[in-house]
């Protein structure tokens, strides 16, 4: 029931962080998600005040806006992506708390209000984000509200305008989607929380990813030591056989554009960008959610890499170079 004056400046604002959380889930990118927020905001304050006093509730009306924002980013986004040079990722992010320095103007100062960050858990790890990159707009929207943020499908429907049916549908085939790169890559997570933020779910199609940190900080470490020595043989010995490296420069700088697999060539391959690369610092650092590297020539952040587990070696590594991802790393500090 709406109040004489109607939801408050506070109130509204207050609902960013949440708005800010579901975008970058269901688009992959920061700027993306907070372009947006953006224009959820900008529909919100262009309606007449009386129609913003009558609406009940603020936050659903504000979640629904968003949601079908990011429906139409996601369409037009699987068209650009298709012209895309070389792979995709999605937008890696930091963990704030390991800056040294902390921003200080610039690009990522502005996102440094703790109200304007991305909570950092499962349902954004890469390998997670990635196999949300596989589904369609409408099973990867369902699926996050639904599975993500624990939204009853008669309020997924009426956000996304289709029926409960419809949805619980799409949020199935998403799950099959999840389900089957369960072998592929053992760091994806099933997540699953509330309309308040996301959480872990404790049941479901994916074992959760919570467990792999510490075994994973150890992996990355030991990788980081055998790639800064050009040890081939050590490199090999942390890979899966099976593993597959994959890099994004978005064309904008140098990297390779088809997936590259296999522990011994993945290794070779690391041991040549050395060699070409000389004063190339690696950072241990947490990228999204989990121990990642930073890669860092004259203080400038040219690589932030994610890795993926299965069976206590790396799997998978996600290579981000394109400086356009990066915006968030600008300013990350060193050790």
Not at 2 to 16: D, L, M, Q, V
Not at 44 to 54: G, L, S, V
Not at 169 to 195: D, F, I, W, Y
Not at 219 to 241: C, N, S, T, Y
Request: a neutral charge; glycine letters at 10%; proline letters at 7%.
């Amino acid at each position: 029931m709406s109040t004489p004056s109607g939801p408050g400046p506070s109130e509204i604002a207050g609902e960013r962080r949440r708005l800010l959380n579901l975008a970058y889930r269901l688009l992959g990118s920061v700027t993306e998600a907070e372009d947006a927020v953006q224009e959820t905001y900008t529909r919100w304050y262009a309606m007449p005040r009386a129609r913003r006093e009558a609406i009940e509730s603020p936050g659903a009306w504000l979640t629904t806006v968003a949601t079908r924002v990011c429906l139409d980013l996601l369409g037009s986004a699987r068209a650009r992506r298709e012209r895309y040079v070389g792979a995709w990722i999605p937008e890696p992010l930091p963990d704030r708390t390991e800056w040294t320095g902390g921003p200080s103007g610039g690009a990522g100062a502005e996102s440094a209000d703790p109200a304007d960050q991305v909570t950092l858990d499962e349902s954004v790890n890469m390998a997670f984000l990635v196999v949300l990159e596989s589904m369609t707009p409408a099973e990867r929207v369902a699926f996050v509200l639904h599975d993500v943020f624990r939204y009853p499908f008669p309020e997924v429907a009426e956000m996304v305008g289709r029926t409960p049916a419809a949805c619980r549908q799409l949020a199935s085939s998403a799950r099959r989607r999840v389900r089957a790169a369960r072998g592929e890559v053992g760091a994806v997570g099933r997540a699953a929380g509330r309309p308040g933020g996301p959480t872990v779910a404790t049941k479901g199609a994916i074992a959760t990813t919570s467990a792999a940190g510490p075994g994973q900080a150890v992996l990355v470490r030991r990788f980081k030591e055998a790639w800064e020595a050009k040890d081939i043989g050590a490199l090999v010995d942390l890979l899966d056989p099976g593993a597959t490296m994959t890099a994004d420069g978005g064309g904008l700088v140098g990297t390779v554009l088809r997936p590259v697999d296999g522990s011994e060539r993945i290794a070779r391959y690391l041991i040549h960008i050395a060699d070409k690369a000389p004063g190339l610092t690696l950072l241990e650092r947490t990228v999204n959610g989990l121990p990642g590297l930073v890669a860092q020539q004259a203080g400038v952040t040219m690589t932030v890499a994610a890795f993926g587990l299965a069976d206590d070696r790396i799997a998978r590594i996600w290579a981000i170079r394109n400086p356009e991802k990066l915006r968030p790393w600008a300013e990350y500090g060193q050790e």
